[in-house]
């Protein structure tokens, strides 16, 4: 009876941790297709992506959080979508990246705070635009300058 009650407890803990994983890990690969949008200068798709990242963000189940991590988001909540909505509402790429870059502060907040991946995520950083974004890869490309300055910029922070 107490083997039977510790493996339906072991189970139901472990499909709380992957429902929680899967709930803030679907996240960045929504915030990646968004600067590899502007990295290609495509101010319609960084649009449609920015557009599905917001809700995404408004339909993260709480209950699927720790406190920690529920209180990270939620402090992070409004101001993620708030930039991801500047972005999907405008068709003007410069206003895109310069929203992008308040998306990517705050992003790189709940990144650090929650671990998103399995996989490493580059902080860079472009010097030009005195601005930080996530990648999965530690080659530059750069979203706020696309095909006009593709390689500036570095690698600041690794999360692991």
Do not use: H
Not at 46 to 67: C, I, N, P, R
Not at 107 to 121: E, H, I, Q
């Amino acid at each position: 009876m107490v083997a039977l009650f510790a493996t339906v407890f072991t189970q139901s803990n472990f499909a709380q941790d992957n429902t929680k994983k899967s709930q803030l890990s679907t996240l960045l690969p929504l915030y990646y297709d968004i600067k590899n949008a502007l990295v290609k200068d495509d101010a319609a798709t960084a649009s449609a992506k920015a557009g599905l990242f917001s809700k995404a963000v408004k339909a993260t189940d709480m209950k699927t959080l720790s406190e920690s991590e529920m209180n990270t988001f939620m402090s992070l909540q409004n101001k993620l979508t708030s930039a991801a909505d500047k972005i999907s509402s405008s068709k003007d790429i410069q206003k895109q990246r310069d929203n992008f870059a308040a998306l990517s502060l705050d992003f790189y907040t709940l990144a650090k705070a929650v671990k998103l991946s399995d996989n490493p995520v580059y902080e860079a950083y472009c010097p030009m635009k005195k601005s930080y974004w996530l990648s999965s890869d530690a080659a530059i490309k750069n979203p706020y300058y696309g095909k006009a300055m593709l390689t500036c910029g570095s690698i600041t922070d690794t999360l692991k």
